[in-house]
């Protein structure tokens, strides 16, 4: 059973401070990973995906891997309150059929304090 | 900047009729997928589509659903016998190779 972890919050950070969002997955075959933005009531917005071990960064985002400890990370520097939402991890792992399916956690939802 | 488009937004239905759900994907992609998301829980895989062909199912996609790409741009998933149970917001998805998905606004699917 492909399981992906996150804590649901709410995480609650001051507008200008650094958000650290968590995951953890279970399938040690994972091959990609994605973090997605998903308002309420709106559909999941692609933000970032890593593949390798280590850090990615794309402007004020940061997501790191860490495959040994099957553990992904988000960093969202310079918080904004638009940044509120809810943050979903996925997991891709190739199915053997032709065909990647993501394996979503619940989410954690942050908050930004104005 | 291109995005997938879904119809209907919202869509109301009596337990026991049929539905189709429509999408319209990226239009250089050719991976397709449904997922569908119950209020408050996770986002769930349903099916996968590639060259006119399911490639992949969960275990939610019995034999209720159904797939199909009827001409060159739309992807539409049917319900043949809803349920109260298929109330939820049903998310398609595209991608230009087996990896990065990009997702459609949703139908919000509500069975009476």
């Known amino acids: 059973q492909k399981e992906v972890e996150q804590n649901s919050g709410p995480l609650s950070v001051p507008e200008g401070a650094i958000a650290s969002l968590n995951c953890t997955y279970s399938?040690?075959?994972?091959?990609?990973f994605f973090w997605y933005r998903q308002y309420s009531g709106k559909s999941p917005e692609l933000i970032m995906f890593?593949?390798?071990?280590g850090d990615k960064e794309d402007g004020r985002f940061t997501a790191q891997l860490n495959k040994a400890s099957q553990y992904v990370s988000l960093l969202i520097r310079d918080s904004q309150p638009s940044d509120s939402a809810t943050y979903l991890c996925a997991v891709n792992l190739f199915s053997g059929a032709g065909s990647y399916q993501l394996t979503f956690g619940k989410g954690t939802k942050l908050s930004v304090i104005p | 900047e291109p995005e997938v488009t879904q119809t209907p937004s919202h869509q109301v239905t009596q337990m026991g009729q049929e539905v189709i759900l429509r999408c319209v994907p990226i239009s250089n992609h050719l991976y397709f997928y449904w997922y569908r998301q119950i209020l408050g829980q996770k986002v769930e895989f349903l099916v996968s589509?590639?060259?006119?062909?399911?490639?992949?199912k969960s275990e939610i996609f019995d034999d209720q659903f159904s797939v199909e790409r009827p001409d060159g741009s739309n992807f539409t998933l049917k319900i043949r016998s809803t349920k109260l149970e298929d109330s939820a917001m049903y998310f398609c998805?595209?991608?230009?190779?087996?990896?990065?998905?990009?997702f459609g606004p949703g139908t919000r699917l509500l069975v009476l």
């Open positions: 890593i593949y390798s071990n």
């Open positions: 589509f590639y060259n006119n062909e399911i490639s992949e």
């Open positions: 399938d040690r075959g994972s091959q990609s």
């Open positions: 998805a595209s991608s230009v190779n087996k990896e990065t998905q990009y």
